[in-house]
């Protein structure tokens, strides 16, 4: 017969304890923090009227006490189409005049 003395038992970690014992939960911040919405960069072409029309309702939106960006107005018009009935968004769509795509020359 051989002796076999008993293992010891190893030292709890205190780490493991409160670990085990608290759920992790999030920073508060983190909870309240919105996921960064990825942003595209594009080019298109506009006729001038329209390109000086947003000149006039950035300098609408300052008259009603808020300022408003290019970029805020394209995206509120196609929230705007977005929200339409079909047959709405074909009128208007029919109502522009067609602007002929790509590059103005140079010069």
Request: glycine letters at 4%; charged letters at 25%.
């Given at each position: 017969?051989?002796?076999?003395?008993?293992?010891?038992?190893?030292?709890?970690?205190?780490?493991?304890?409160?670990a085990?014992?608290?759920?992790?939960?999030?920073?508060?911040?983190?909870?309240?923090?919105?996921?960064?919405?990825?942003?595209?960069?594009?080019?298109?072409?506009?006729?001038?009227?329209?390109?000086?029309?947003l000149?006039?309702?950035k300098?609408?939106?300052?008259?009603l006490?808020?300022s408003a960006?290019?970029s805020?107005?394209?995206?509120?018009?196609?929230?705007?189409?977005a929200?339409?009935?079909?047959?709405q968004?074909?009128?208007?769509?029919?109502?522009?005049a067609?602007?002929k795509?790509?590059?103005?020359a140079?010069?």
């Amino acid at each position: 017969m051989s002796s076999k003395l008993p293992m010891p038992l190893p030292k709890a970690n205190p780490a493991v304890k409160t670990a085990l014992a608290a759920p992790a939960k999030p920073a508060p911040s983190k909870l309240l923090k919105p996921k960064k919405v990825k942003l595209v960069r594009d080019s298109f072409s506009i006729p001038k009227l329209e390109y000086l029309m947003l000149d006039v309702l950035k300098l609408r939106s300052n008259a009603l006490g808020t300022s408003a960006k290019k970029s805020d107005l394209i995206r509120v018009g196609i929230k705007t189409l977005a929200a339409m009935p079909d047959d709405q968004f074909l009128a208007a769509i029919k109502a522009l005049a067609p602007v002929k795509t790509g590059s103005p020359a140079k010069g």
